[in-house]
């Protein structure tokens, strides 16, 4: 970690490197997407009807990721794992990532399934990024996941599970 400017209590701008590591993990389907070539892909085929809801995701999606990246607290441990908190917060923001790479894998063998899609690729990553935030104690980005995580979810019952 690599601290910038103190903004508030323990609270820095800087560079986690245990965040940006988080992060490219979450991006790894994305990554292998080109060479997977699933022959259908309603993911990326998918359009926000309400667009202020497309927006909003957008948003925090982002403040989610610059939250995760930039922000870094100097009381707490690179890997935090002494309390029975930090280590369930870890199991679950662990588990979240392979539900979600379960559900990729899925996906890119043709179950593209409403439910499936929904749980699998837009819940469980906001709720990765909330479970890291409350495992390094970012309760900023806990915030700001809750809020990814609502709209998030929302957009992926709008376009896989609500009929039109």
């Given at each position: 970690m690599i601290k910038f400017l103190h903004l508030f209590k323990n609270y820095y701008l800087g560079i986690s490197f245990i965040g940006i590591a988080t992060f490219a993990i979450q991006e790894i389907p994305y990554i292998v997407m080109p060479f997977v070539k699933p022959s259908s892909n309603p993911i990326m085929k998918m359009s926000n009807e309400i667009k202020w809801i497309g927006v909003a995701q957008g948003i925090l999606g982002v403040?989610?990721?610059?939250?995760?990246?930039?922000?870094?607290?100097?009381?707490?441990?690179?890997?935090?794992?002494?309390?029975?908190?930090?280590?369930?917060?870890?199991?679950?923001?662990?588990?979240?990532?392979?539900?979600?790479?379960?559900?990729?894998?899925?996906?890119?063998?043709?179950?593209?399934?409403?439910?499936?899609?929904?749980?699998?690729?837009?819940?469980?990553?906001?709720?990765?990024?909330?479970?890291?935030?409350?495992?390094?104690?970012?309760?900023?980005?806990?915030?700001?996941?809750?809020?990814?995580?609502?709209?998030h979810t929302i957009n992926g019952i709008m376009n896989f599970a609500v009929k039109k």
């Open positions: 403040l989610s990721m610059i939250l995760l990246m930039l922000i870094v607290r100097d009381d707490v441990k690179l890997i935090p794992r002494e309390t029975a908190r930090e280590k369930t917060f870890f199991f679950l923001m662990i588990l979240m990532i392979l539900i979600n790479f379960i559900g990729w894998t899925l996906y890119y063998m043709g179950y593209q399934y409403g439910w499936l899609i929904i749980i699998s690729q837009f819940a469980v990553v906001p709720l990765y990024y909330l479970f890291f935030g409350l495992w390094k104690s970012n309760y900023l980005l806990v915030g700001t996941a809750v809020l990814f995580f609502v709209i």
